[in-house]
């Protein structure tokens, strides 16, 4: 094998890597996206993990959620069912669209009520805005009049 030969191979194997790099780098976000609202879906009905505790000014807004029975649940639901569609990378606009009024709700709950929790608001909301933007050809027919 000369050394023109083998400078070749490793330059496509370098492409090729890089190339999958560029895929995982595309997919990451949507992964750790559905992830999130997976795991923390799933933590509503089987609780693997403790969350931090809220601050005194969200407990009265969170008693107030929790009063009506059904709230909770659906869309701890609702976010297993996102969570999972964005994993699997199927009805992925659906899903985005699903999760938009709930990372809203995430945002202003922390940003009035619980400033001090707000790293997984920070990350959802980051992770949120990337695979919208990854999307944005396929969103655009929910802006059509």
Partial sequence: MDLTNAYNVIKYGLKKAGTK????????????????F??????AFFSFYQPPEPSTASI???MGLNSA???F??????????GFLLVVKRYTVLALTMLA??????????????????????????????????NRNSLKCLLVK
């Fill in 21 to 36: 790099l560029v895929q995982w780098g595309k997919e990451a976000p949507r992964i750790l996206l559905g992830a999130l």
């Fill in 38 to 43: 997976l795991f923390t879906g799933l933590n």
């Fill in 60 to 62: 009265n807004f969170l």
């Fill in 69 to 71: 029975v059904y709230f």
């Fill in 73 to 82: 649940p659906l869309l701890k639901l609702v976010e297993v069912l996102c």
């Fill in 101 to 134: 009024p709930i990372v809203v709700n995430i945002v202003a709950f922390h940003v009035y009520f619980d400033p001090v929790n707000y790293f997984f608001a920070a990350l959802s909301t980051a992770l949120y805005c990337v695979v919208v933007w990854q």
